[in-house]
């Protein structure tokens, strides 16, 4: 079973943001269910086979508020996918920091290596107000698949089964959403 966290602050957003994954999920034929991260439990967290972890609005930064609602990802060892405000908080969890940068639409993009499916030259959906700042504490802990300027677009972890994607794969790119469920 898929875990999908929702962390959006205005209910609304749930429908840009979480919605369309949770369609991709049903449409395969996936077993899943979503919580918002404010309503996880431990029950909710051991039952996940993976955990897909969605983005939210430009504006809406609660979830950095809130990152020791997403501690467990210290612990955690099954599979997740952070997109957009999901791989900043990986990233933030892992000590990493965030700096502003705007990006909205269509972006194109390199993979220099497969990455969930996908590599090349690629079109994504870009929707975020800040990007993850590459470091060397951001180098230790994750390796980048693809970069675009200041952004880290994709990312993995280099000892866990952890992907970031800042742009939005349920939008475009949703055979990525696919990949994962299938690792």
Not at 8 to 30: D, M, S, W, Y
């Amino acid at each position: 079973m898929i875990l999908v966290v929702n962390v959006c602050a205005q209910e609304l957003h749930f429908f840009e943001f979480v919605k369309p994954v949770l369609g991709i999920l049903r449409n395969a034929g996936v077993e899943h269910e979503a919580r918002h991260y404010t309503d996880l439990t431990k029950k909710d967290l051991s039952s996940a086979d993976k955990i897909i972890i969605c983005g939210t609005s430009l504006k809406d930064f609660r979830y950095s508020e809130c990152l020791e609602k997403f501690s467990f990802l210290n612990s955690f060892e099954k599979p997740v996918l952070g997109i957009c405000a999901g791989a900043q908080i990986i990233a933030l969890v892992n000590g990493c920091s965030l700096e502003k940068n705007q990006e909205i639409g269509l972006q194109k993009i390199l993979f220099a290596k497969k990455f969930l499916g996908i590599s090349g030259s690629t079109e994504v959906y870009a929707l975020h107000n800040a990007c993850i700042v590459k470091n060397n504490l951001f180098s230790e802990s994750f390796e980048a698949f693809s970069e675009s300027g200041k952004c880290i677009q994709a990312f993995r972890h280099r000892k866990k089964p952890f992907f970031g994607v800042l742009f939005h794969p349920e939008v475009r790119n949703k055979n990525m959403v696919l990949e994962f469920a299938n690792l």
